[in-house]
């Protein structure tokens, strides 16, 4: 162990810890930034943190082993993840995490903002100390905005058709209208995920990535025509209780097209 407290920023590739990552560079000059590597990131997620690391004027460390998101679904014996089953960010975010850090005493940064009320990854281990600099300085959406924007950054490409969350291509916490919209971007990658799900069988185990319904199922036509209908109409009543709609709220987030059970997702890969 060290004396050394070292200061340590886990990027998702979303827009909340890129954020945080510019907000900090210069208050914190010695930060660490690192990038846990599923091997199943979008194109958008990789590009975007290559330009971040310009940014930042110091490279992004990847975590990530031979250990990958295959390697350990042949551990767990074919078993695929979920909602209730996360070995994915266990294995492939917690555990590589803590794995970096050692038994060195640090500080971790975690881009929860003030106008949000849910918590983040806290480690149990005692040399790990987490805070929030955005929720401790009272800064919100906006802010991290107007830090992407001025920053030149902006927002990760992948919000651009829509999609909300980094993280793999098949998180299981996607919407219905999401997994739409990566077929239509990536038609290569939801057919991976299709596989993924097919194979599930050879084991036992029927599973999908939405629960209820199956990725064939959801890219019939007529089913990606009703989805695509719901979440229009969804979006439009948003917008029709709101008289003046800031700019921020246009630029990203999705309704939610699976009621109001549909999960906030996994903070760690996600914010």
Same mark, same amino acid.
Not at 31 to 54: G, V
Not at 55 to 71: A, Q, W, Y
Not at 98 to 103: I, K, N, Q, T
């Given at each position: ?5 070292? *200061? ?10 890129? %954020?945080? /990552? ?6 914190? !000059?010695?930060?660490?930034? +690192?990038? *846990? $590597? ?15 690391? /310009? ?41 590589? @995490?803590? #794995?970096?850090?050692? $038994? ?6 975690? %881009?929860?903002?003030? $106008? =949000?009320? #849910? ?30 924007? &001025? ?18 291509? @098949? ?11 990566? #077929? &239509?971007?990536? !038609?290569?990658? @939801? ?13 036992? &185990?029927? @599973? ?8 064939? &199922?959801?890219?019939?036509? =007529? ?5 695509? /209908?719901? *979440? ?16 921020? =709220? ?9 009621? !109001? ?9 996600? +914010?």
């Amino acid at each position: 162990m060290t004396d050394a407290i070292r *200061h340590i920023l886990s990027l998702s590739g979303g827009k909340d810890s890129a %954020a945080l /990552a510019i907000y900090m560079r210069d208050r914190v !000059p010695q930060m660490e930034y +690192i990038f *846990h $590597d599923t091997d199943k990131e979008l194109p958008e997620t990789l590009d975007y943190l290559s330009r971040l690391e /310009a940014i930042l004027g110091k490279p992004v460390t990847t975590t990530s082993t031979e250990d990958n998101f295959d390697h350990w679904l042949t551990v767990f014996g074919g078993m695929l993840p979920s909602n209730h089953r996360r070995w994915c960010t266990r294995q492939l975010k917690l555990e590589p @995490f803590e #794995r970096y850090v050692g $038994d060195d005493p640090v500080i971790n940064y975690v %881009a929860l903002r003030a $106008d =949000e009320n #849910r918590t983040g990854y806290i480690s149990t281990k005692p040399n790990i100390q987490t805070v929030y600099p955005f929720r401790d300085d009272g800064l919100g959406r906006a802010d991290v905005m107007r830090i992407l924007e &001025e920053s030149g950054l902006g927002l990760p490409p992948y919000m651009a058709w829509g999609r909300t969350r980094s993280g793999c291509y @098949f998180c299981f916490y996607q919407q219905k209208i999401e997994w739409v919209l990566l #077929r &239509e971007q990536h !038609p290569d990658l @939801f057919e991976q995920a299709k596989a993924y799900e097919e194979q599930s069988l050879l084991h036992g &185990e029927a @599973f999908n990535w939405n629960q209820r319904e199956s990725l064939a &199922e959801l890219e019939r036509p =007529e089913r990606i025509a009703e989805i695509k /209908a719901k *979440h229009a109409a969804k979006q439009a009543a948003r917008r029709s209780q709101r008289k003046s709609l800031p700019l921020v =709220e246009t630029l990203g987030g999705l309704v939610s097209d699976d009621g !109001p059970d549909d999960p906030e997702g996994c903070l760690i890969c996600s +914010i």
